[in-house]
């Protein structure tokens, strides 16, 4: 896939303090590309050096192989911006800051008036298109700032953190979107510390920690890398089983590990594939009455625990303290 | 073309948003009244107008462009909507120039309100209307100039309001307006002539009186030396300060 945006050793320091230290990658056209990092990782940082809201400490950015280091007001037209707070004019209504924002890339009024009305039907702000945005609620915000950075049709867009601080309704809305921009043909770059919106949003991610890249891949290959044994879950009716059971089935299958995971579970776990129907045979003619047994994957959360070593609770506690 | 329409709009939003709140208006139409009356109290029972006339003008301007521009740049920056200004494929130049030009003519219609209550009630001569409007809008660009300078160094719009009276308060009365320039110390002197207002204040004079104190050419030279170095000042300081 052709890259339409290639970083190359990107470094900001603020005095100090480097707050993004020599990070190279690239996002290929058509895809959602996603940064995903704690607090101070560094994702705003980029996503300000890459849209011309931070001046570059180091390191080269091209944008379809020209490079554009030095020029990215030039790079501008083709981008849109969505900061991590909607900032649109309050005292203007959703159709005013709409219009406004497209004639700041000089388009006509007349195409920019129907611009914004097709964006307020996509975003289901046609209603409220007449109300002050002061008077909207976050999640009504965020989609028309969302809106508003599409009124010129930029070929790539900037999400930073596009669902932090909305509810459950208007997120699911925003990733919809999201999905449904990205279809289009948008290319997206998009920052989050929520792993759910990253594995379901992203094409590629790149998980950030202290300024540096860890690693970049696809949900499935980080998946895959951290692999490291089949577990298989059997969920049985619960009933009192006989401790010596267990003993049997381990000396019955000497290659499985079988464990209690609770009073109804057994966790199974090979290095090698676990066929399962003797599994189920054997407690069947046990009296074990079985409902359900599933292979249990690792998920992009374990990968991302593994590689960084920062707990996903804790990224979500330091964003709720923001 | 694209440009054009960005200016145009920026103006037109900032006059919407900001300059014509009724608020906005009625301090523009109040503050040249109270001055006049001010002087009015102060003289006993009359004044003549020709001398205060200048004073009252320039003021009017100083204080609603400066007050305008300082408060809403800052306002903006806090709420993060300029933010989508410098995201726009637009030069920092044609940015400022848009952002400055509607508290220019704030300022500008400002000034008119002492001009006509001088010309109309008072009789008040204006020896050279073209000088007049010269000055008029020199001094409106050079004030709000100060304004940005000042806007741009402020984060919040408290920090904007007293950085704005500390400059202009000293102005008022280091320019010249109420002390002749010649009457102050001769170690305060050297301030005077380092302010724009000085040189803006002078032409005012000129165009009512003739009571100037500088030759008038060397004083629109001045301000237009004075303009051009606030406007890249001001440039310089936004790429160094708010594009970090």
């Known amino acids: 896939m052709e890259s339409i945006i290639e970083v190359k050793n990107l470094t900001k320091n603020y005095g100090k303090l480097t707050a993004v230290d020599n990070i190279s990658f690239s996002i290929n056209s058509g895809e959602i590309f996603g940064f995903l990092g704690p607090n101070a990782a560094g994702k705003t940082t980029t996503i300000n050096m890459l849209t011309g809201m931070a001046k570059i400490t ?22 849109g911006v969505v900061p991590d707070d909607s900032n649109l004019y309050e005292e203007l209504t959703g159709f005013e800051n709409l219009c406004f924002c497209a004639s700041l890339y000089g388009i006509l009024r007349s195409k920019r008036e129907v611009k914004a009305r097709q964006l307020l039907e996509i975003f289901q702000l046609s209603e409220a298109a007449n109300r002050r945005f002061k008077t909207y609620s976050k999640g009504m915000k965020r989609k ?9 049709e930029p070929k790539i867009l900037f999400l930073d953190e596009p669902t932090t601080g909305i509810d459950v309704v208007s997120s699911r809305q925003i990733r919809n979107l999201i999905k449904k921009l990205n279809s289009d043909g948008t290319t997206i770059f998009l920052t989050t510390h929520y792993i ?7 094409s590629r991610i790149a998980f950030i920690k202290s300024g540096k890249i860890i690693k970049i891949d696809t949900v499935n290959r980080f998946i895959e890398d951290i692999k490291e044994s089949n577990v298989v879950e059997v969920l049985f009716e619960p009933t009192h089983i006989d401790i010596t059971l267990l003993e049997k089935l381990n000396s019955i299958f000497p290659d499985l590990e079988c464990s209690f995971k609770n009073e109804n579970t057994i966790k199974v776990i090979s290095k090698g594939r676990i066929d399962i129907s003797p599994i189920v045979s054997f407690l069947s003619a046990n009296n074990i009455y079985i409902l359900e047994a599933k292979l249990i994957r690792p998920t992009l959360e374990d990968a991302f625990v593994k590689l960084t070593g920062i707990e996903m609770d804790i990224m979500k506690k330091e964003k709720e303290k923001k | 073309m694209k440009s054009l329409i960005a200016f145009w709009n920026i103006l037109l939003k900032d006059m919407k948003n900001y300059y014509l709140k009724p608020p906005n208006i009625s301090w523009g139409i109040i503050f040249p009244f109270a001055w006049m009356l001010m002087f009015f109290f102060k003289s006993g029972t009359a004044f003549k107008i020709e001398e205060i006339f200048a004073g009252i003008v320039a003021m009017s301007i100083l204080f609603g462009t400066t007050s305008m521009l300082a408060v809403t740049i800052t306002f903006e920056r806090r709420a993060r909507s300029f933010e989508r200004l410098l995201l726009a494929p637009i030069s920092t130049e044609l940015l400022v120039f848009s952002k400055i030009s509607g508290a220019v003519l704030f300022g500008i219609i400002n000034s008119f309100i002492p001009v006509l209550i001088s010309v109309l009630y008072f009789k008040s001569a204006v020896l050279n ?10 001094l409106s660009i050079v004030s709000t100039l100060l304004g940005l300078s ?12 007293t950085f704005s009276n500390f400059f202009r308060f000293p102005m008022i009365f280091l320019c010249g307006l109420f002390i002749p320039i010649a009457s102050l110390p001769i170690y305060i002197r050297p301030v005077s002539y380092i302010l724009p207002i000085t040189y803006g204040v002078d032409v005012l004079k000129y165009s009512i009186s003739n009571s100037n104190s500088i030759p ?29």
């Open chain 1, 58 to 79: 180091g390191g080269k950015i091209f944008y379809k192989g020209n490079d554009i280091t030095n020029k990215i007001k030039k790079f501008q037209p083709y981008i």
């Open chain 1, 144 to 152: 028309l700032t969302i809106a508003a950075s599409l009124v010129h």
């Open chain 1, 196 to 202: 759910e919106e990253a594995e379901r949003l992203c």
């Open chain 2, 129 to 138: 209307w073209y000088l007049l409007f010269t000055g008029i809008v020199l």
């Open chain 2, 150 to 161: 000042i806007a741009v160094s402020a984060k919040e719009v408290f920090e904007a309001q």
């Open chain 2, 216 to 244: 008038v050419l060397i004083d629109i030279i001045l301000l237009i030396i004075f303009c051009v170095g606030l406007f890249y000042f001001s440039i310089f300081n936004i790429h160094k300060k708010w594009i970090v």
